[in-house]
Every structure is written in structure tokens, then in C-alpha cells.
């Protein structure tokens, strides 16, 4: 089976001033078309320790994807590293990269400096893919008469995610006997992972060799269960991880919300879509992060129709119009008030659904009732208003996070229950 | 120098099923005690690659933290594999950890099962730190008489932020002769990399030998400018960075929008607070982000008091108060809408300032008028109403983080000029 090493070169990274989230987009391509990523490595921005790794990379894979190392003002040790560790005798200039980088400076109204030209400047070791999204080009390396070959990408994530189609291309050109990896998820909510792994023991154990289970719980989209055959045939693998699905379905009922996708927001919004109900929203403690999520699927307009993030009581009171009487009376953080405002937020906006939320992320000792992480979440219809008390013992930015999830679950469930999807 | 290394172990990294985040807050932890990381890798649930990779980083490095692998699902492989790589002979129960979880257990409920039990099972070579935020142990493994240390622990990110302090804390006991790296980092918004060097080129060259200068750029907060000191000594680099950034303020003036902070919500929100000013959103293309990114600044209520997220026109019109007339004559995505929208939400949530979006985020292919990428911002305050237009070329996703990076960038530049600070 074809085995890939991705290696992301910078200092930025072994110094954790960002997150690497190239490596993880390129796996799931390569993936995708039946590779097997045996290694991911990060080093420094320093020529021998590159010369070193790619060599041994290159030694024990097939395919090495490289990111990162390159852009105008750090293209020197990269390039020169990889110069060396092909036997490269000098650089050539790439025409079709520069004209890129004229067109993208242009577009910008900048003019071209040495530094941006030299970017299309490429050991003569090797081909070049022209990067269409970014100035530094994609270099092709194919190592002597071994087959193998090294990638190097940029390390922008807009560009290497730009760049990874034409790469794939490549690949599947140059190698042509790729083998199959076949993934299927089931995603589960509302049990814990000890649970489920109990509840589900024996089919795991009836499983067929050559089938693969794994558990990979988090706590915004509860346990995913993913289920991987390697190699074999493609149409009866199908065919028999289906069969194993179907037997874990009648196991787990209503535990499974979804197969392959996990983002609850595209979950709701196919129902809604397939409804065609509407839907609004109105946060307190989430700060608009649940009419993030929800906006972030392409097509929500279909169906969601707009929020009130009420951060202060008076916009509670003026726009979504929660009585003061009932804040005196239960505290701002309270099923009434949730119910409240997902009522008000559905009446000025029209929708058909709505939630709300109104909780303490922290930091902070509470409300004096309530303890920080504590949110109350209502979801509103025309059959009425629910709600619910969630509680969490974790940071703002994780509270906010699962108090949306939590909201978006809950909205879930009732919209599942009242569509009868 | 003290030099560590990064393993994270699991199959659904390899397939990137999910982000490493985990390795750059660990990276970050042990930059700030002077450990300098030369590595990072990422292998699968295999035991003997576990074993190699193991043993290979722990000859080149002091220190190797290990993530993941464990589990009550998973954890036969990665313990199987630290307890043959460190000559265990046997497997003993941890009293405290084994408490912990059954605490965990009964506040969520559930039973202890022999799954739970077995995750306080650890080989007999290594010392227990509790993990007080999940049921996985941190095992700490001296290697022999080496000073080495090999510190396994969970994966699961909240878990590994929460045992991150008591390794820190287990590090410096264990190493005391730690050197201290250094950084300061000045960020700067509207200029272009390759530009921004040609412009600090005489700067940069300047430099003494023992700084260095890394250039970081990011669409969403601009170009980071990095500077390091390895070793050395504390006070005086301190000085001797901070003369060289006050040359550089000189040559960059308003460039430069923070120090070390590089989150544009948290620069806006210290003016807020320190100027008692108030501020509210009203968001269309949005969809919520701006008001997520706002709230996520621990204390924001003190200045922030809420927004409308307008999604559909009649929640634009209704909610916000903008024009039918000037929706029919300008079109939504207009310099006249995005101006209503910040004057609407300035008026019902009384806040002195007011930022508002209207644009087409996509997929699809503009309104007619406007192509995809488009969007409009407005910025209104007691002074006056400001509106810009920004037009981006990225996905959905990406265009709806800049559209959203370019409003708080615009709402600063006003903040700025109007608070004088």
C-alpha cells in the first residue's frame, strides 16, 4: 500500500504560535484516494535538520508532502535544503509563477519586488505546479529512478488547500495502484464512550477482520464511531460495511443522530431545508456562536432567518421583549427567562423554530443560584416552548462552545420529535 | 540548552480526522520555560512504531511528552508500548487516580465498569501525576540514569490543558537548569509581507547577532512581526528587545495596532473598557461571527451589549429599522443598508458605537451588482456613520472570517481616531 510522510517545516509551528491544520486537510485527501499516512513530522526552519528528515522520510514512504518554509521572506533555507538534498546545480526561474505573482501583486495594486521575484525562482531538480492562490510555486521533486516523490507546498492554508487538488492529480497519474481506504462514521450523542463500548461489545467482536473500529469521543459532537476497511474490494466492501451499520442502527436507535457528517448545524439545516420550516435564534451566554454555526452552511438563508444576541438585560427587555417582572423575579438565568426570549425572538422574526440561551461562561463565581457553566436553553414552536439546565466545569471559550452545542442538540431532538423526520 | 520533543499518538491524526491542537498549546507551555522544541511527530496505534519513535526521540531529546493513546477504549497498545519500551515488569493500580474516577463517574451518573477500573492501571516503571480533569493517568517515565523524561498524556485537549501545569511543574523540579528563550510580538495590519520587509529591511539587517526575526502572516490578523532571544540573560534582552521594537514603532507608526496581543476583539475591547465606551453589532453575511469573536473576551459584558443578526430582509427591515425604500433603491449588499443596520443597532441598544456587515459570502454567484466576496461594513458612532467595502476571493468559511476580521479591523481604526488613545 502506498505510504505518505507529511512534514510541515517553521519555527511558528515548534513554537506553537499556530496550529497546524494543513497536515490534517492533506491526510484526509490523500486519504480519500487510498494513501496511507504512516508519519506526520514538524521541524524548524533549519537547512541540515530539513536535508536530514526529508531524507529519511523519503527512505521509509513513497510520497513526502512538504508544507510550509516557503513565502518572500523566508524562501532561502527551504529552497536551498531542498536544492541539496536532490543534487540540484543551480535555480531556474519558473515563467508561469511569475506570471502568477505579477497577476496576484497587480490585483493587490502592489508592485513587484525582488523579493516576490525571486519566489518564482525553483531548484532546476524540479517540475513545478503553478500555485494559482499564492505567490510561492509548488515544487516537484521526483527522487531518481525509486518512483518516489516529494511535494513542496506553501504553507498558507488557503494555498496549500488551493494547491491540493493539482497534487492529488499528480499523484494518481504516478502512481497508479493506489488501494482503497474506506471510511464510514456513525455519530452517536448522549452516551459516554465506557457506555457505548459496553453496549455495542458484542458486535464489535462479531466484526470481520478486516474491519476496523474506532472511538473517537468529543464532547461538542459526542462519540464518533468510524468503521475502516484498507484495501479489498470497493463495491462489496460497501456492501458489508452497510450490512454492520444496519446492526449497529437496531443496537443504538435513537443514539445515532447522523452517518459521515458531524456538524449538528448541517444535520438541522437539511431537516429544516427538507421541512421547509425556519428557524431564529436568541443567545445570551453563546454571543452569537450558535448563529455562527448555524450560518456557516452553505444555503442557510433557506431557512434561518436571522438572531438577537441580548448581552445586555435592556436588549432582553427592548428588542426581544422578556418581561422585567419575569428577570426580577426568576434572575436572568432561568428557564423562564430562556423561554422568553426564544418566544420573543420567534415572534419578531416569524420563524417557525427558535432557541435561546442564557447561561454564565465564566469567569466568574456565578450568579449566586446558579454556578458558572450553568445555561439554561429554550427551543420555542408553535407547539410550544421547552427548556433545559445544562451545567459544565470548563473555560469561557469551551463553555460557550458546548453550551451551543448542547442548544443545538436540544433544538435537534425537538425539531426531529415535531417534523417527524 | 533543554530540548524536548512532541508525540502525538492516533490512528485518526493520521487520517486527519482531527487537528492536532494539542501539540501547539504544549509547545507554547514549554517555550515559556525556556524548553526549546526540536520536534514534532505524529505516529498511529501501532505498538511497535510507538516503541521506535520512542525511543529514537528519546536519544535526541531531554524531554518527550506523549499525547494520546489512551482511552478506556484504546489504552492496551500505548501502555503495552511505554511499559516495554521502559523494561516494566508488571502493572499496578493507582490509588489516586483510580478515586478520581469513580468521582467522575458518580457526578455524571454512571457505573464504574472494568474499563474505567483498568484506566488506572499503569506499568510499574512510572510515577503517577492524577489527572484531575478525566479518567487517563499521567505517567511520568525517568529514563534510567539519563535525566531523561518521557511524560505520557491524555489527548483529549481540555484533559491535556488541565495536566499541562503539573508537568510545567514536574519539568522545573527535574530540570533546573532551564534557559530561557524569549519572544515579543508586534503586529501589524494593512501592509503586505514582502512590503512590510522592504520597509524594515535596514531595520531587520541592524539586528544584533543573538535576535531574530521571524515574519508571520495571517490574512485574519495581519502580518506578525517575531522577535527571539534564545538564551541570555532575562533583564537585560528585555531591554535591549524593547529598544529595538521603539526603533521599529518609529518606522512602522500606525502599522503597528498591538504588542504581543494579536487578537483584534481583545484590542478593541481594552479602549472599550478603559474609555467606558459601549458597543453593539448588527450582522447579515456574518451570521453571528463578530459577535462570537467579541464575547469570547472574558469581561466583555462591562462594554459589549449586544447585536442583531439580520439574515432575512423583513429582520433587517422589522428588528433594525432599515428602509424598505433604501433596500429596493440600493440593493442589500450597499454602502446606504450597511449604514441603517449600525444606526438601527446603535438606536435600540443605545451603545456609543455600532458595527455592522451586509455581503455575499457564498457559494454562488453575487447579486447581479455585487460578485461573491463582497461585503460592506459601516461603522456609527455620536460623530457619524462611516461605510467600507472589502471584496475577498476565498470560500465561504474564509470569506465570512475576513469579512468579520475586516469589520473589527475598521471598527479599531474608528475606535482609535475617536477615543484619541
New interface residues.
Partial sequence: MTAASICTIG???????????N???????L?SIGI?????????DQHDEIVSTLRNELENNDIVIVTGGL????DDITKQALADLTGSTGYRMDAAQLAIIHEILAS?G?DM?E??RLQASVPDTCEVIPNKKGTAPIMVFRIGTSGKTLYSMPG?P?ETLGALPDVLEDIRRHHPALQD?R?RNIMTFGI????L??KIASWEDALPEDMHL????N?LTGV?L?L?IYGGNAQDDDRRMQEQISRLKDILGDTIYAEQEDRLEHVIGEILKATGKTL??A?SC???????????V?G??AY?????????V??KE??LGVPPETIEKYGVVSSEVAAAMAEGVRK???SDFSVSTTGLA??GGGDGTNPEGTVWVAVSSALGTQTKKFLFH?D???N?ERFAASALFFLLEVIRRETAV
Fill in positions: 519555527d511558528e509551528i515548534l513554537i506553537g504560535q499556530i496550529v497546524d491544520t497536515s490534517s486537510a492533506i491526510a484526509r485527501s486519504g496511507k499516512i504512516n508519519h506526520m513530522v514538524s521541524i524548524g513565502g518572500p521572506t523566508r493587490r502592489l519586488m523579493v516576490n498558507v488557503f481506504i471510511h459516554a464512550e465506557s457506555a463500548a459496553e474506532a472511538y473517537l469521543p464532547p464518533k468510524r475502516s431564529s435564534a443567545e453563546t454571543g452569537g456562536e450558535i448563529s455562527h454555526l448555524l450560518t456557516t452553505p442557510s438563508s434561518y432567518l436571522g438572531s438577537v444576541t441580548s448581552y445586555a435592556p436588549v427592548k428588542v419578531i422574526t416569524g465564566g469567569p470548563n469561557r471559550k469551551r460557550i
